[in-house]
């Protein structure tokens, strides 16, 4: 079966195609009208969503399907203590395809392993969020042409915020893209993160502190939510929540074509006098979502019997040290290894042994 876990599942050609269908999508809606009548989808959010969720529910009723599925963890089983690999073998009996959204690092790779229909990660702790980049993506495209040559400045929290780690993953594939990242210093990405995905790889990048030393050079600017839900220390949350606070008079020196994107809900770091100039894109980008799952459903669906190639994994003896991890804190998840550009990681967050 085929599962979308992680952006770097989708190859450059995949990702060409997704967004060839959900423009033809939006152009020609009425085609698509019927195409999973009689489908059933299943929403599993063990973590607060509004656009993430709603827009996967959006998507499948436009194309003629239904949908079940709960919102939170205090009305299905997991309030009696049911393991997520239970919920899992139990909804993928009832469901063709399943949306799930989780706190812990890695639990959709988890669900996948245990699932007889299609699991799509829809955020998995502060690990990744790959139908989020593709509603970015698609943004990007249709906003600037194209997704090679960018300066991309990334801004917020780029430890937690697992938008951040998908859409990196994805532009990095493209050509002479070049990433400014900013951020407090505690919330930078990840010396493991920079070293598989830029190091290893090649990939441009600088680190700045503030917006406007290099707005001028920007084609997009991806704007991030400080992660309150992943800080295990209150005060320094408190302490970072205001790190940024982008307004028009912070962008007057920006490309006239700069975009501003954000994955949104947006708290305080984009002043609504943003919204209606010519950079905001954020909105866009929720519609784009919309259209991108579509896509995705539809591909997911059509290749239900082909074998997912990406389980690579072998068994292992080590212990994964992230106490953000599945493996940590749900029953019955074995553990598995993996290699990441030579290095031995986790199969489920991907961080080092
Ligand atoms: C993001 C998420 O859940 O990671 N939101 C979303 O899916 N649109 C970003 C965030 O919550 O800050």
């Known amino acids: 079966m085929r599962h979308l876990i992680d952006i770097t ?17 939006d152009e020609h809606g009425e085609k698509y009208a019927h ?21 996967f ?33 139990t909804v993928s009996i009832y469901a063709d395809i399943i949306a799930m959204r989780h706190f812990l690092e890695g639990a959709a790779f ?45 801004c917020g929290d780029l430890k ?8 990196i993953n994805a532009l990095s594939r493209y050509k002479n893209n070049k990433f400014i990242l900013i951020s407090p210093p505690e919330l930078t990405l990840t010396d493991n993160y920079v070293k598989q995905v830029f190091d290893d790889n090649g990939i441009c990048y600088e680190r700045c502190n503030s917006i406007e030393e290099k707005v001028n050079s920007f084609d997009i600017l ?29 962008i007057k020196n920006a490309k006239p074509t700069m975009r501003i994107l954000h994955p949104l809900p947006r708290v305080t770091e984009i002043n609504t006098n943003v919204d209606n100039g010519p950079h905001a894109a954020y909105f866009k980008q ?21 074998y997912y190639e990406n389980f690579n994994i072998l068994d292992t003896e080590k212990k994964c040290q992230n106490n953000k991890c599945v493996v ?15 290095q031995n990681v986790c199969a489920y967050c991907e961080k080092e042994f």
Do not use: W
């Not at 599942?9 to 999508?25: F, P, Q, Y």
């Not at 937690?160 to 859409?167: E, M, P, Q, T």
């Not at 749900?330 to 030579?342: C, T």
């Open 160 to 167: 937690y915020g697992r938008a951040v780690h998908s859409l």
């Open 328 to 342: 940590n804190s749900e029953r019955n998840v074995n553990n598995y290894q993996k290699k990441i550009e030579g």
């Open 222 to 250: 991806y704007m991030t939510r400080i992660q309150r839900e992943r800080f295990d220390d209150a005060a320094m949350y408190e302490r970072l929540k205001n790190s940024f606070e982008l307004n028009v008079d912070m």
């Open 9 to 25: 599942e989708l190859t450059i050609n995949e990702l060409e195609k997704l967004m060839e269908t959900a423009i033809d999508i």
């Open 110 to 154: 988890a669900a996948a392993l245990n699932s007889s229909c299609p699991i799509i990660n829809a955020g998995d702790g502060g690990h990744c969020h790959p139908t989020q980049t593709l509603a970015d993506i698609l943004t990007i495209k249709r906003e600037t042409g194209r997704l090679d040559n960018l300066t991309i400045g990334v």
């Open 57 to 89: 529910e959006a998507a499948f009723i436009k194309m003629g399907g239904n949908v079940i599925g709960f919102d939170n963890t205090i009305s299905s089983s997991t309030a009696k203590g049911e393991s997520l690999i239970d919920t899992i073998k």
């Open 35 to 55: 195409a999973m009548e009689g489908k059933i989808l299943a929403t599993l959010f063990f973590e607060p969503s509004t656009r993430t969720r709603l827009s």
């Open 286 to 306: 929720v519609k784009n979502g919309m259209l991108m799952r579509m896509a995705l459903i539809l591909d997911l669906l059509k290749q239900k019997d082909n």
